[in-house]
Each structure stands twice: as C-alpha cells, then as structure tokens.
C-alpha cells in the first residue's frame, strides 16, 4: 500500500510541474512571437524596415542561443524549480519595460528589453525540459516531453491570432506587453504547483542529487562539456535541432508577411492563416512522443527519420502554391511533420547522457535549436531584401531540411 501511495504521489506532482511548465512556457512563447503578428505595423511605429524589425523576435533567440550553455550549468548546480521561477518573473519585468520603450517609439532600448527576456526565456525552456524529463519514468519521458513541448505552438498560435485584434483595439505597442501580462499569470500557477502539490518532494529529490554530485567525483564543467559533446547522439540531436527549429521558426516568422504580400490577405485573415502551422504543434509534438514510446518502443529516430521526409517536399509544395486553400492543407501538413521532432529529441538526446550530465546536454541542444530559430528569419530576411522575391529564402529552408534529413539516415545512432 505504501508503494502504491508514493507511485501516487510521484504522479501527481509529475502532473503538477508538468501543468505548471507548460502554461509559463506557453506565455513566454506569446511574448516571443507576438511582433511578428502585425510586423509592419511595428516597422512603422519604430519607424524602422520590416527587415529590420524582425530582430523583435530574433534577438529574443540570439540571447537565448548565446547564453544556453551557461543556463545549462547553472541548471545543473542551483535546480530546476529555482531557475523557472526566476526566468518567468524576469520575462514579466522585461514586458513591462519593454512596452513603455516601444509606446515611445525608442526601438534600440525596446531590443535591449528583448535581449534580456530571451535568456530567461531559454532558463525557463531548458530548467523545464530538464524538470518534466526527471520526474517522469523511460516509459513516460518521450510522451511527456511531447506534451511539454506542445507549450510553444500554442503560445504562438496565441500570439499569431490575437496579435492583430490587440493592435487594432490597443494599438500597435500593446501587442509587446500581452505576453508579459499572461506570464505573470502563469508565474502564479507554477508556484501553485510547486508549493501545493510539488514542493517538498521536488526539493528533497533534487538535494538528493546534488549530495550525490557532490559526493562523486563529479567532473567539473569544462570536463562536462567536453564529455557531452563528445557524444555523437548529442552532436547529430543538436543538428537536427538546428534544422527543425530553422523551418519552424522561418515559416511562424514571415508567414504573415507573406500572406499580406503574396495573397492579398487582410492582416486579421494572415494572423489567422498563419497561426495554423503553430497551432498543429499541439497535437503532434505529443504525438511524437506517443508514436515513439509505443509505436517504435522508445526509440526516438524513427520519428526524426519520418519528420524530414515528409518535411522537404512539403517546403517545396509551400514556396510554388498560389491558391490559398492548397496552402491552408499544406501549413497544416507541414505544422505537424515538422514539430514531430521537438520533444523526440529531447529525449533522443537526454537518454544518451548521465544524470550529471544532463543540463548541460540539453543545452548545447537548445542552443543549437535556437541557433535555427533566430537565424533563419534574418537568412531569410536578407535573401527578400536581395532578390526582391520569397523564393531565395524558401530555398534556403529547403537545403536545410535536407540537410537534417541526410544526417537522421547516414549518420544518427539509435
């Protein structure tokens, strides 16, 4: 009976912090994305290009990616909760300030708030990943990761479809300070979680690990580093990371863009149309977990295998369709292949390294991840303004899925 109970308890908080994680990271994806909503409505408030006023969403990646490994460290050493907590109130601040430079039209200020909030946006992404990954057993990781996972589709979905209708309602400078507004909220559910359900359980589990740390003959961090990376499934997960991250956040970047300029859509049926390709994360980031746990029997390359074949046509199906009804099934198709992969690797990449080593593993993974992220929408920005046309700039995205696709099959170990 005493097993039972604590195999009870051990599920309940696993579901609490799980809860907790998902709804704080699904906010701070709204604050992320939310720019490139109404981005030339931006461009003309700060009186900058749309080139240029794409770094609202690419400096919130750059920060994130430079400052990763450091995360992963301090991660390994203060604890997981601590780190969330802290990443979700500084991203709240950071809106705030944010906001007030952007209703005055101050833009290099305005970037500076958004450098902040993407480190600890990336804390809050990688201490939960590191969290949900713990407290689950094998047989649930790769499924609970997925669902974990499904937090940035919908933020961004949520911030793709109320972008607009907050500008049009609140003006153009609102839409920055929405994500700070719903990760306050979030702030307070995660502690509910922890100091309710999670709490002492959590806390004594990672003092138990960090007394073993200490205890052992823990490397220090540039031995850890150097034994992570000379893992081979955490060098090719880092590369398909770069690849998948790159068309996701190349397509969530420009989209609307491109439907206001390509198809004559009004900036409300763009936001709509775009948030779509997001909004699929939802199902199949949980669903790559599922299919690997019980489909496959926790293994996770399949699923990346899977992902990149069906993506690379599906990029080129996107950047020649002209009628809005083909594109609409495609950003559908294209949503769900393509954030197939996001949670499987995580666990591809957590599964290949010791508990000591885990942090740091998983973020040189997010890093690189969001080394795509942020720059595939500059890429690609350049490549517009060069040619004057979108076609360079999808064919960028495509190379780069081909390139994850030839690694998950000649190269990759499962």
């Given at each position: 009976m005493e097993r039972v109970t604590d195999s009870t308890s051990r599920a309940r908080t696993a579901g609490a912090y799980l809860l907790g994680t998902w709804v704080l990271s699904a906010a701070v994806h709204v604050y992320l994305i939310s720019p490139a909503s109404v981005l030339p409505r931006i461009a003309d408030g700060l009186g900058v290009p749309e080139t240029t006023a794409i770094w609202l969403v690419s400096a919130v990646l750059v920060a994130w990616a430079a400052t990763n490994f450091g995360v992963g460290v301090i991660i390994d050493r203060?604890?997981?909760?601590?780190?969330?907590?802290?990443?979700?109130?500084?991203?709240?601040?950071?809106?705030?300030?944010?906001?007030?430079?952007?209703?005055?039209?101050?833009?290099w200020p305005l970037i500076g708030t958004r450098v902040f909030a993407g480190i600890a946006i990336g804390a809050?992404?990688?201490?939960?990943?590191?969290?949900?990954?713990?407290?689950?057993?094998?047989?649930?990781?790769?499924?609970?990761?997925?669902?974990?996972?499904?937090?940035?589709?919908?933020?961004?979905?949520?911030?793709?479809?109320?972008?607009?209708?907050?500008?049009?309602?609140?003006?153009?400078?609102?839409?920055?300070?929405v994500g700070g507004v719903l990760s306050a909220v979030a702030v307070v559910i995660f502690a509910i979680a922890h100091f309710v359900v999670g709490g002492s359980a959590v806390n004594s589990e990672e003092a138990t690990t960090d007394s073993e740390s200490a205890n052992s003959t823990s490397?220090?961090?540039?031995?850890?580093?150097?034994?992570?990376?000379?893992n081979r499934t955490v060098v090719v997960g880092a590369v398909v990371a770069f690849a998948a991250?790159?068309?996701y956040l190349f397509l969530n970047s420009w989209l609307p863009t491109y439907l206001l300029e390509e198809f004559a859509l009004s900036p409300g049926t763009s936001g709509?149309?775009?948030?779509?390709?997001?909004?699929?994360?939802?199902?199949?980031?949980?669903?790559?977990?599922?299919?690997?746990?019980?489909?496959?029997?926790?293994?996770?390359?399949?699923?990346?295998?899977?992902?990149?074949?069906?993506?690379?046509?599906?990029?080129?199906?996107?950047?020649?369709?002209?009628?809005?009804?083909?594109?609409?099934?495609?950003l559908i198709l294209g949503g769900l292949v393509i954030q197939l992969t996001f949670g499987v690797v995580y666990s591809y990449v957590q599964?290949?390294?010791?508990?000591?080593?885990?942090?740091?593993?998983?973020?040189?993974?997010?890093s690189t991840g969001i080394a795509g992220a942020f720059s595939a929408p500059v890429i690609a920005g350049t490549l517009i303004d060069l040619t004057g046309a979108y076609t360079a700039a999808f064919l960028y995205a495509i190379a780069v899925a081909i390139?994850?696709?030839?690694?998950v099959f000649f190269v990759a170990d499962e």
């Open positions: 203060v604890g997981d909760v601590a780190t969330i907590s802290a990443g979700g109130v500084a991203v709240v601040g950071a809106a705030g300030v944010g906001w007030a430079f952007a209703a005055r039209g101050l833009f809050v992404w990688i201490a939960s990943t590191t969290l949900v990954g713990r407290l689950f057993p094998i047989e649930r990781r790769g499924t609970a990761l997925g669902v974990f996972t499904t937090s940035a589709p919908a933020g961004f979905a949520v911030g793709q479809v109320t972008g607009p209708w907050i500008a049009a309602t609140a003006g153009w400078s609102a839409v920055l300070a490397p220090s961090v540039r031995q850890g580093f150097s034994t992570v990376l000379r991250y790159s068309l709509l149309l775009a948030a779509v390709f997001p909004a699929m994360g939802v199902v199949s980031r949980a669903g790559g977990g599922i299919i690997s746990d019980r489909l496959f029997d926790h293994r996770r390359l399949p699923v990346l295998k899977w992902s990149f074949v069906i993506a690379t046509p599906v990029m080129v199906l996107i950047m020649v369709s002209r009628s809005v009804p083909v594109l609409l099934g495609l599964e290949a390294v010791e508990l000591t080593n885990e942090g740091t593993a998983l973020s040189i993974l997010g390139v994850g696709g030839v690694l």
